[in-house]
């Protein structure tokens, strides 16, 4: 059966790696099963919400390769809340609490105190209509909480098994502030109705909401969802990644030069049964991973990884095929790129005048003799691809200098560095006089 999925961000700040674990999870399932990805927007909280963050959202996923098929804001369906608000309130399942946030406090350190989970007493079922009209001519605007019904709620979660939420030792949930605007609770119930949500997919974080949820939707007179939980990825501390993780943020690794596939591949595969290496495409990937390979433990975001990633990515990109030269500075340096940006650097060795390269990498004197003696068995052109062997046979032959003796000096004077590409390739686009100025910059 299609699965209608939603993936639901709050545009507050910048999606992230870990977001974008949730989102590609739901858009595995939307293209597995021929499906539908809902992009909600949950912004009914007014002051934070940023039309600009919603933008990057959308430019985010759309450099991922997520296409969502509806998109939809919270804040444009209001009246729609309003409206389920109220059938709540005549079935006597959302009551209006009088209660600050320091009585609040309070009433949950004496709990804490006496080894008690701070659950709410409900004791604003218990207010009269007289005490309710003082505590308003007090200036007091009432929040609304839901009345939980008794008992436990049940779900086969998708990623973590068998799931049960005891309802009992949870607080009834505010769904209304006292302002009127809407936590994002009941919101989201009234959307995965209205959208006809299949299957809610997000972190693990959620799973008590799940059970609370589950009792909303039935108070609705709908039935709920399959869920699926996922583990959570964490910074290398433990600590679950956040908005404030800017070096993390979408729009941030997509500036520093990450293929998508390498951070689409790094965070649907950590944490799974599967080891972590660069997927051939989404499809691929969505055919690869499924909720259930998910672990139980939490998902460590290592950066050196994602790197690597990115490194495996490049270098299996082809060369382009528009320029012969571009063609075998792509071929020649491939290989020793992270990013496929990191090309232009070799460019600029490769354009590079004799005097900049040798500074960049001064020689000893030992590795000045070896460099003179082979600037004096250089070969004429035209070199080929044998040439480089013979040459470097030839001055090992000349100074019995073998190894790193022998190529170190050698690569320092072509490139300005003591890694990087075959040298011999690299010789052939330098060319005769570009190579002959750097061993003679390089010798003296």
């Known amino acids: 059966m299609p699965d209608v999925v939603r993936f639901a961000p709050s545009p507050t700040g910048e999606l992230h790696i870990g977001n974008v674990r949730t989102a590609l999870y739901n858009w595995f399932l939307a293209i597995s099963s021929g499906g539908s990805f809902v992009l909600r927007y949950d912004d009914t909280d007014v002051e934070r919400s940023k039309d600009s963050f919603a933008k990057q959202i959308s430019i985010d996923l759309d450099w991922l390769g997520i296409e969502p098929g ?3 804001r919270q804040s444009e369906r209001l009246a729609r809340y309003d409206a389920a608000a109220e059938d709540l309130r005549r079935a006597g399942l959302l009551y209006p609490c009088y209660e600050t946030p320091e009585e609040l406090d309070r009433k949950r350190s004496r709990l804490r105190a006496r080894g008690l989970p701070p659950v709410y007493d409900r004791a604003a079922l218990s207010l009269s209509d007289a005490e309710r009209h003082a505590l308003e001519a007090e200036g007091r605007r009432p929040h609304w909480r839901f009345k939980l019904p008794a008992g436990a709620r049940s779900w086969d979660d998708l990623c973590r098994g068998p799931q049960t939420v005891n309802l009992g030792a949870v607080s009834d949930p ?10 994002y609770t009941l919101p989201s119930v009234v959307d995965d109705i209205d959208f006809t949500v299949t299957t809610v997919v997000r972190g693990e ?30 910074r290398g501390d433990g600590e679950p990644l956040s908005k404030r993780d800017n ?12 293929e998508p596939l390498a951070v689409a591949s790094l965070a649907v595969l950590v944490g799974t049964s599967h080891p972590v290496a660069p997927g051939e495409s989404l499809d691929q990937l969505a055919k690869t991973v499924a909720l259930k390979d998910v672990s139980r433990g939490p998902a460590t975001f290592d ?17 382009p095929a528009t320029d012969p030269r571009e063609a075998l500075l792509w071929t020649t340096v491939r290989d020793n790129l992270t990013f496929r940006g990191d ?10 005048d004799a005097d900049a390269i040798s500074t960049a990498s001064p020689l000893s004197g030992d590795e000045k003799v070896i460099v003179s003696e082979a600037l004096a068995l250089l070969p004429p052109e035209p070199w080929d691809e044998a040439t ?13 200098a073998k190894g790193k003796a022998l190529f170190m ?12 590409p075959e040298l011999g390739p690299w010789m052939r686009l330098l060319g005769h006089e570009a190579t002959v100025a750097r061993l003679e910059a390089a010798a003296t």
């Open 70 to 72: 509806r998109v939809e």
């Open 174 to 183: 505010i769904l209304v502030r006292e302002d009127g605007s809407y936590l």
């Open 388 to 400: 480089f062997g013979a040459w470097t046979k030839a001055v090992r032959q000349q100074t019995g």
């Open 247 to 258: 070096p993390l943020s979408i729009r941030r690794l997509a500036q520093d030069g990450y």
């Open 409 to 420: 000096p050698l690569r320092k004077a072509l490139t300005g560095a003591d890694s990087g």
């Open 303 to 319: 950066p050196a990884e994602l790197k690597r990633l990115n490194a495996a990515i490049v270098h299996a990109l082809p060369a």
């Open 205 to 234: 974080d959620h799973v008590t909401n799940s059970g609370v949820q589950i009792a909303i939707f039935e108070a609705l007179g709908a039935s709920a969802p399959q869920f699926a939980h996922h583990n959570l990825l964490v």
């Open 343 to 352: 090309v232009n650097l070799w460019r600029e060795r490769l354009e590079a």
